[in-house]
């Protein structure tokens, strides 16, 4: 029941939230140097469309597995691959809605929204083993969510025990039953004006901390739900660009450790 009214209040936080232009983020990836490219990842009866960008570096590198918004796989999660790739690791990043025709954000928010679990469950599963079997990879992964994503990325934590570590941008937590399947530590990046998702955050803590889990939580005054995106947008409040600007300062130490 905390797992469906979480998600029901993060639905509606999303569908609050305006729609960015993203011409911005789709230029700056354009004009990137590393090597992106998409591929089509067997699951079961279906096939999961993912993008994932290379590290221009010598050794084999960790993977993240980038789980995207409620608007889908947009320009801007692509961008947050190649990033994460700029900073040594091997992104990926599975559209969620693959064998779906989408026609707009508003369709696919709409789509994400009817996503039965176990078939998102068994998607982030089929990405993860395909990237910790590439020849560039060290078999080490990450988990990195925004929005829904990031409710997503801390649920994937208790269904796949070997991972790294889990990243989660403004999401809710799962059932507390469903916490101790938790191997990796959990990382929590939220914002301050995110209330729907701000009120979930003290019982998620306990939990975790009765469960003897690792979660540490981190809030970020002014900012929005979002804030990472909109941080980025060109006409970011200077609270979501701060916010945006620290977070990714403390995603980046935190994935040295992986």
Not at 13 to 30: G, M, S
Not at 66 to 72: A, C, K, L, N, P
Not at 107 to 123: C, E, H, K
Not at 215 to 238: I, L
Request: aromatic letters at 8%; glycine letters at 8%.
């Amino acid at each position: 029941m905390k797992a469906l009214l979480a998600a029901s209040l993060l639905l509606l936080t999303c569908l609050a939230t305006p729609l960015f232009a993203q011409d911005w983020a789709k230029a700056r990836l354009e004009a990137s140097p590393r090597h992106g490219e998409w591929v089509t990842i067997p699951q079961g009866s279906r096939e999961v469309r993912a993008f994932i960008v290379y590290p221009e570096v010598k050794d084999k590198a960790p993977a993240v597995l980038v789980i995207h918004e409620i608007f889908g796989l947009t320009d801007w999660v692509r961008g947050v691959c190649d990033q994460l790739a700029a900073l040594g690791y091997i992104a990926i990043s599975p559209d969620l809605l693959s064998g779906q025709t989408i026609g707009d954000v508003d369709a696919a928010r709409s789509a994400i929204g009817q996503l039965s679990p176990d078939q998102v469950t068994a998607d982030l599963r089929a990405v993860a083993a395909y990237v910790r079997k590439l020849p560039a990879a060290n078999g080490r992964l990450a988990v990195v969510g925004f929005c829904w994503g990031g409710g997503q990325a801390f649920r994937f934590a208790t269904n796949e025990p070997e991972l790294s570590s889990a990243f989660v941008f403004y999401g809710p937590g799962p059932d507390a039953a469903d916490l101790a399947r938790i191997q990796a530590p959990v990382y929590g990046f939220y914002a301050e004006n995110d209330a729907r998702i701000g009120a979930t955050l003290p019982g998620t803590t306990a939990e975790m901390r009765a469960t003897g889990k690792t979660f540490e939580p981190v809030t970020y005054p002014g900012a929005g739900h979002g804030f990472m995106r909109a941080g980025e947008a060109p006409d970011a409040t200077a609270p979501n660009r701060d916010a945006r600007a620290a977070a990714w300062k403390r995603l980046q130490s935190l994935l040295e450790k992986i």
